[in-house]
């Protein structure tokens, strides 16, 4: 049974595939309103979300398939004790495939050794949220034509910011990329990410503090919140909060085709008066999550004999 636990799952060539797929959803929705007709996914978020789990729904639905879950432990029986391995055995006899996000590190691996049908991690702790990667790579492949040659700049929590670290597992795979690592110091990227991906990869990275003197040579400026819920206390996060703010006359110091991504959601770190740049593409990457979630149903799906 294929699940997507790790951005590293699928190979660069079935990632290529994956992400054409999702680019002929785009531009032929009507091809495929149907093909999930009968399937239904079950989306189990024991954290918050919009983005994620309702575009997950959102793509089961254009598929034609139908959608159950839960959007919080406190609705479900985690809230009397059930085991997350008990609660994908039985998800599996009402749904053929499941999204799960889950506080705890490692969560989606697990149920993905109980289950009975193709478990899809939608964020496991600080970990991972492979979903948000294929979202930023279809992102990037769509409005820069491939992933090649790039120097990307990562700015704001890049410890816990999980996004950061599965988008850093999957561009590493590529030629001429490399990082630039924008972050005060306590929020730097892991150490296991930066001796283990990056380092081991042989990928040039540089690590910064300054915003504004990064920013003339990216190619993508990828920035991310404070991931206040992984603080373990308050002032620490209230005094790291506002450590970057992207704005008008920083974004002046940019190249005219320098992309801004975000996973979403923003709080204070990209202010609003971005929001009409042309180079601000946050939104649009969030569009580009549902076409990407499409194609993960059906090749998850396929690939578990559930669909022809
Ligand atoms: N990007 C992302 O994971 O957003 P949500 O937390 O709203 O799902």
Aim: aromatic residues 8%.
């Amino acid at each position: 049974m294929k699940h997507l636990i790790s951005p590293l799952d699928f190979s660069v060539e079935e990632l290529d595939q994956l992400l054409s797929l999702a680019q002929d959803i785009e531009h032929h929705p009507s091809k495929y309103s149907n093909i999930c007709q009968g399937k239904k996914i079950a989306t189990l978020f024991y954290e918050p979300s919009t983005r994620t789990r309702l575009s997950f729904e959102a793509a089961m639905l254009n598929l034609g398939g139908s959608v159950l879950g839960f959007s919080s432990a406190n609705s479900s029986s985690a809230a009397k004790g059930e085991s997350v391995a008990d609660t994908i055995r039985v998800i599996s006899c009402y749904a053929d495939i499941a999204a799960i996000r889950h506080p705890k590190e490692g969560t989606a691996f697990v149920a993905a050794s109980k289950s009975g049908i193709p478990v899809i991690n939608a964020g496991d702790g600080g970990h991972q949220h492979p979903t948000q990667t294929l979202t930023d790579l279809l992102t990037i492949k769509s409005l820069k034509g491939g992933f090649e040659n790039l120097t990307i700049g990562l700015c704001g929590d890049l410890k816990f910011g999980r996004t950061v670290h599965s988008l850093i597992n999957s561009l590493s795979r590529y030629r001429g990329i490399s990082f630039v690592l924008i972050s005060p110091r306590e929020l730097r990227v892991p150490d296991y990410i930066r001796e283990n991906v990056i380092e081991a990869n042989h990928i040039p990275y540089q690590e910064v503090e300054s915003l504004d003197s990064a920013m003339p040579n990216l190619d993508i400026l990828y920035m991310t919140r404070v991931q206040r819920e992984r603080f373990f206390n308050e002032e620490e996060y209230l005094r790291m909060k506002d450590c970057y703010i992207l704005d008008k006359e920083k974004m002046k110091l940019a190249r005219e085709d320098m992309l801004v991504l975000h996973p979403l959601p923003r709080v204070n770190e990209i202010s609003v008066d971005v929001d009409d740049d042309p180079r601000a593409v946050y939104f649009k990457q969030a569009q580009y999550g549902v076409y990407v979630r499409m194609a993960l149903i059906i090749t998850l799906l396929k690939e578990a004999g559930r669909l022809c």
